[in-house]
């Protein structure tokens, strides 16, 4: 299967919950009436865009109709298609390629969201293009977390930076940087840890590691990208506010949009917090991880069956 179709796929059950109820709702009105446009909020309410997101489209929609671009119901589906697509633009972003390498990438998020997974993608998708990357084991909390990283380090020819359990992450971050620099590494991608319970250690966690590394390259990390789990929806939001509040970040993963109901998440982060996402997954294959093209997910959702 090709990545189009995984993502499609993967959205099936989000397209279930979103475009199949419009669906519904257009057939069961002849007319775009108030009731038609109470329910058509409703079934975006309930599709994970988010409140302001939903407060927005119906402003567009009723321009719309006020316009004449939307004159029955059916005129519907395709009018949100286009002004979702819009809405999930990038802006233009700063490319890898302006910074004089290595060009640092910090991976943040809580436990479980897919950061290490990321990190083995991430690896193998630069690997592919040509550049020298390196990994590094910045989750120091467990062993386990430092195994997995080298497995993906293995399975990506990637070299893995790391020292031993329990050890400072900002001492990863340095050597990572540092052997970055030796070896003129094009990328490297530092791991963090997630655990939230202790919330305020983490956030001085990573702001001491951020501190080590603009110390030795001065407008690093180029990146801070937060992984978020599309299948936690709203609670993802949440996560990007608080992580938002403790590092400067620079744009989304979203992760496990293969098989969620929730992928109108995507929605909500570039609306509701302005943050670009970047990268998406939909599996956990080393393949499954690819630059985020609105068009494409867009089409994904809006796809006919
Ligand atoms: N289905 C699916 N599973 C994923 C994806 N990304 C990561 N995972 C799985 O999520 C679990 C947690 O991933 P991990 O990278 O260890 O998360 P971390 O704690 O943030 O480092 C693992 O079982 C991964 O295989 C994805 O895009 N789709
Ligand atoms: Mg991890």
Redo the contacts with the bound molecule.
């Keep these: 299967m090709g990545f189009f179709d995984k993502l499609k796929a993967g959205l099936e059950k989000t397209r279930k919950s979103f475009t199949e109820k419009i669906e519904q709702l257009v057939i069961g009105y002849a007319t775009i009436d108030d009731e038609f446009l109470d329910d058509l909020e409703a079934v975006l309410l309930s599709a994970d865009v988010g409140v302001s997101t939903t407060a927005k489209l119906m402003t567009e929609i009723r321009s719309g109709i006020k316009s004449k671009e939307i004159n029955y119901p059916e005129d519907l589906k395709p009018f949100l298609q286009a002004k979702i697509s819009v809405m999930l633009l990038r802006e233009p972003q700063v490319e890898q390629d302006i910074h004089e390498p290595p060009v640092v990438m910090l991976i943040v ?1 809580v ?8 990190i083995g993608k991430l690896a193998s998708y630069y690997h592919e293009a040509g550049k020298k990357v390196l990994i590094a084991a910045g ?1 120091t909390f467990r062993a386990a ?1 430092i195994d ?1 990283l080298e497995i993906w380090g293995q399975r990506t020819n990637t070299e893995v930076i790391k020292h031993a359990e329990g050890s400072d992450p900002a001492a990863v971050a340095f050597d990572a940087v540092q052997a970055a620099k030796a070896r003129r590494a094009d990328i490297v991608i530092i ?1 963090t840890a ?1 655990r939230l319970h202790t919330k305020s250690n983490l956030m001085e966690e990573l702001k001491k590691i951020n501190r080590v590394i603009a110390k030795e390259i001065p407008d690093a990390p180029h990146e801070t990208l937060l ?1 978020l789990d599309a299948t936690t929806g709203q609670n993802a939001i949440n996560q990007a506010k608080l992580f938002g509040d403790a590092v400067k970040l620079s744009g989304v993963v979203l ?5 969620t109901a929730k992928g109108g998440v995507v929605i909500a982060i570039k609306n509701e917090l302005n943050l670009p996402v970047k990268w998406v ?4 294959g080393v393949n ?1 991880l690819r630059p985020f093209d609105p068009a494409e997910f867009a089409a994904a959702l809006f796809a006919d069956k």
């Design positions: 998020g436990n479980g969201v897919g950061k290490t997974t990321t989750d977390a997995q791991d997630g992984v992760t496990k949009l293969d098989g997954g939909v599996g956990e499954d």
